[in-house]
């Protein structure tokens, strides 16, 4: 097997990995015990897994839509995490069969998709744009190197790396094939994986193909179309992310991706697409593309995120609008965006050990992404505003149900988001009690997590080696800390070092090392960009990672009548009994009065604020109780 | 001619009132020289006026709609009025010719509609509910009244009479006849001027059946809906206004008027509906009707009215919601709404010599109606926004065009808004330079007011007698002015005596006797009642009975960016070069800084506020330059 050498440092895989916290064991056990099931059913019930059959007849009910197969790919791929980190023997043969049933589906050719082999046989490869084809595939194919990566089996990976090598003899660049790829990128990052399996460079060379052929002309979802016999002009009648240049940005195919300069159109296109880009730029260490990233990634941190680290704005695209249009209470923020986000930050840490893009891994993970799921494991938001006024509730599954299966392969596999490894460095990117075999050059180095973050900032990491060995620990100096301490098994280190945000402790290490870390957690306040209009005037308030709301189940006061005094004290508690154990902060602040108001609309006195006491949750916990109105930004006083 | 007195006061007509000023002046003469051409142009090149001709056949161009009729009669009603005001033979005749052609269009019953003549002959009465028909019967009698008193002809007077006798015959309480009204209020206001113009008490009559009809049960519009062959079942593919308890409300049919305790559905029909109602009540001196009117109005203006005088907030009824409900950017406030809160307030005080119900009179005639025609006179709006990002601009006409004919018959008749008449009184509502004829008991008063309101609140009054007479002086005192000074013949006056917020001068008066008053005029900071979410923590400006509002074209900041502080100085100064000369405000204001973030989205320190000059002009005036944002309402700093 012949692998690239990948750049800079690589994840530690999350089988590698024992967490064992307060914070995400409860939810990967969660995960695997109800989520797990519930979404079972669900495939189940919704005839997304039977449809592999392959039995629908035209005149039946529940005709396989396009995009079903991602969903039960999603759901495989999240099992087969799931039963290495919560081994469990029913659902693996339960996993076991859902794979059997897939695999049957393979035609001859390799061709593996429910929707165009039974319901429109004679249209495959006709609409790339728009129906999912190859998207369907990338997720079949990441299902099948999770599967044998869990299970050693190579059944799964075997059918797919048929269907992979149909698909190369179907697209590129050479005479005779399409030149397509597909609208919802997804297909790029599955090709690295499958190549990082089977070490078969075809893959990683179609991966390449894919990636580079968005933005090329002529455009071929026009010369698809053209095929199909449609009338291309651009009309009022069509949305407008199907229209004029947004018809192009939609699937990030505007212009080449080695000349994009903002990340935008479909937000989970978006990072699917570049967290894709991001691993290819890794293994054939290019420099040029991964510049490109960097840009694309900061420009989108810079100007395109919410303080949830949610992104795509837009319900009309699912996606991006401008630069700082980030309304609350209609963000579309959808939870399979922030996933993609988290996905893409992780990325780029192999290149570029900065934490800046560990803090968005870490503000993407710990609020805008895990807000999609109920605290037990069976609800979902799609959206994920931030402000609600009591309508926005949690759904047990979607009709376009992408989210519930992101969320639950992104809990399962959460242990390899936390360390990485390369020949001389051991990185610790997330605070996590957790338990992490790293490969540090030829060395096995255990590095052993004690913390209750995201509650407390401090952590100690001890390091297990069989002998004393001289390499570096880094690690990341979260951004929401102003300073920290450290010292080395009871004594403060001198010679802090520190480089783009990661500590760096370069020495011998010897086995039982302890590194005491401690990174305050003071409640802060927040302030967005002067740019942002709909959060001028306002504070949102985060403590550690974890960005905080208010919900009406806690605060009595209409939301619009609390204003936070610039001298406010806030009370951090940890409250063992509320929402699976959260800390609250409880703030005196001031409430507009109806005092004098009696019959009157408008006057020429303001209303008076009077003392009230108003009580912050974390946001990814909202609506877990009784439904009511939700708000992460707060009007401030006294500024 | 038997016409029943009319309790408390009565208006003086607006042919009475001589407007010599330079805020109404210009536009009356601009509404004669401009807006009426203008729309008359409109009214041909639509075919709503060469509609009556009648040669309409099926398959032709311009199929005549259901409330074309209507604005051909608001503005045969405008006309009439201008004439009267500013003398035109060329209009005259042009009106003549139009009242002409509507003549020609009755048939031999007396019916009088061009749809349901020529489009749906079968249909007549069929669709009360939905299609306008007595609506528009209601407005071409507004107009008969109208063109019979500015020009003594009685042709379109009697045409009018034959048509209302013809009405009469069909609806009414007595078996045979229909018990229905139409869905759109109009016609019984419209049926108590032509009580007032003939002394036919049946007109009287019949409005008074046609008012506490609305509310019966069976609900007529159902029994009408099954006479069609509808199925009445409420589905969810009706809009809301047409479902439930709302689709009562839409056409004030919840329950019958003296069991209404507030103002709900669209806002157009409820004015015009509280407005013969409150002529009703007024005639028949009908105290429990008018405490009904009382409680009604008094919720409006609590509870449900914007600060520009502007109702009605959602698009989807035109109409209202729930209390406090009052979004700007989304604001529909139509600008006939705002009209007919001018016409019911104005009604009101005839009982009820109240300064609530001026100040409500005021608000709404300087900002939220006059809003919605242009400087130039040509251009509109339908809806009055409080806020725009720049998108909202006037325009010259509409596809359902009730605007521009109803600002033009206000316009036209502002006189009949300035003074009233009692057997003992003299009563001034609003300060606009004119000279106003009273008919106090049976004394003629000539009352000759010199002011430069709305930008300066001095005001002289002086009294024009034949003889000494004793009679009482009765002058609003605005509700924006907290204490006001008022002197006789240059002493100041002892013993004033203010009674409901109206000034009572009672003493035997002599030619020219001169009433000193002012008011003086602050730019007041406006708040609004903490129920109103969207106002929260939020000023607006008013000076006067000007409320003001910025506009891009003359501030460079961003909106969203500008507070004012609390202890901003304001400096007032009028511009006659300015949007046809306006007092505008001057204020230091601050403004968010973009200091310190460059590549920043998100921050612990707040955004620095440095020194800016903001400029506050007119709301009624905005939009009448260069396209851009508009705000009424700002942040306020330092609270």
Redesign the interface.
């Known amino acids: 097997m012949s692998i690239k050498n990948i750049g800079g440092n690589v994840p530690v895989a999350f089988h590698k990995v024992k967490i064992q916290d307060n914070f995400w064991e409860p939810r990967i056990k969660t995960n695997a015990a109800q989520t797990l099931y519930s979404q079972l059913n669900k495939l189940n019930e919704t005839h997304r897994l039977p449809a592999f059959k392959m039995d629908w007849k035209p005149g039946d009910e529940f005709e396989p839509h396009i995009f079903w197969d991602s969903d039960v790919a999603k759901w495989i791929e999240g099992a087969s995490y799931s039963i290495i980190v919560c081994p469990d023997p029913k659902m693996e043969k339960l996993l076991d069969e859902a794979v059997d049933l897939v695999i049957s589906a393979q035609q001859p050719d390799g061709y593996l998709n429910v929707h165009y082999t039974v319901v429109e046989p004679d249209k495959r490869w006709s609409n790339l744009r728009d129906c999912h084809e190859l998207y369907c595939a990338g997720h079949l194919i990441e299902a099948a190197v999770a599967h044998y990566r869990a299970t050693g089996k190579r059944k799964m990976l075997d059918c797919l790396c048929r269907y992979a090598d149909y698909i190369d003899s179907v697209f590129g660049v050479e005479p005779g094939k399409k030149r397509g790829y597909c609208g919802h990128p997804e297909l790029e990052l599955a090709l690295i994986k499958l190549y990082e399996a089977t070490g078969n460079e075809g893959y990683l060379k179609l991966s390449s193909y894919f990636i580079e052929e968005h933005g090329q002309r002529p455009f071929y979802f026009d010369i698809e179309a053209i095929e199909r016999g449609e009338d291309i002009t651009p009309t009022d009648a069509l949305p407008p992310h199907m229209r004029g240049g947004e018809r192009y940005e939609y699937t990030q195919a505007d212009v080449p991706i080695r000349e994009q300069t903002k990340v935008a159109g479909h937000a989970v296109r978006a990072m699917y697409f570049y967290s894709g880009a991001a691993d290819l730029a890794g293994i054939n260490d290019d420099q040029e593309l991964y510049s490109v990233l960097k840009r694309l990634l900061?420009s989108l941190?810079?100007?395109r995120?919410y303080?949830t680290g949610g992104i795509g704005p837009a319900a009309s695209n699912e996606g991006f609008t401008t630069d700082y249009d980030l309304p609350n209470r209609t963000a579309y923020a959808e939870t399979c965006a922030a996933i993609g986000l988290i996905m893409w930050s992780h990325r780029m840490l192999r290149f570029d050990l900065d934490n800046r893009y560990g803090d968005v891994m870490e503000r993407a993970l710990y609020n805008g992404s895990i807000s999609g799921i109920s605290l037990c494991g069976n609800k979902y938001f799609y959206e994920n505003p931030l402000a609600s006024n009591g309508n926005h509730h949690r759904v047990d599954w979607f009709g376009c149900s992408c989210c519930p299966t992101n969320i639950l392969r992104l809990i399962a596999s959460l242990g390899g988001y936390i360390y990485s490894q390369s020949t001389a460095d051991a990185i610790v990117h997330l605070y996590v009690q957790s338990e992490g075999e790293l490969q540090v050059g030829d060395k096995i180095v255990k590095l052993s997590q004690k913390t209750n973050n995201p509650w407390d900032g401090a952590v100690s990491i001890s390091v297990g080696l069989d002998q004393p060995s001289k390499f570096s620990v880094k690690c990341r100096v979260p951004g929401?800390c102003d300073s920290f301490e450290v010292g080395i098994n009871g004594e403060p280190l001198e010679d802090v070092v520190v480089k783009n945000g990661y500590l760096q402790i370069e020495r011998e290490w010897r086995d039982g090392d302890c590194i005491e870390l401690n990174f305050p957690m003071l409640v802060?306040?927040?302030?967005?960009?002067?740019?942002?209009?709909?959060d001028?005037?306002l504070?949102?308030l985060?403590r550690g990672p974890v960005l905080y709301c208010l919900e009406g189940t806690d605060n009595a006061e209409?939301?619009?009548?609390i204003?936070l005094p610039e001298d406010a004290e806030f009370e951090a508690a940890f409250e063992a009994d509320l929402l699976d154990g959260v800390t609250t902060i409880t703030i005196d602040a001031l409430c507009?009065?109806?005092e004098g108001?009696e019959?009157?609309?408008?006057?020429?006195?303001?209303?008076v604020?009077r003392p009230a006491t108003i009580k912050a949750v974390p946001y990814y916990a909202w609506d877990n109780r009784e439904p009511d109105w939700m708000s992460v930004w707060l009007?401030?006083?006294?500024?």
């Open positions: 900061d941190i810079n100007k995120m303080i929401w802060k306040r927040m302030y967005a960009n002067p740019n942002i209009n709909e001028a005037g504070v949102a985060q209409q939301p619009h009548r204003f507009l009065d109806d108001w019959d009157k609309l408008y006057r020429d006195t303001p209303p604020l009007k401030e006083s006294g500024s």
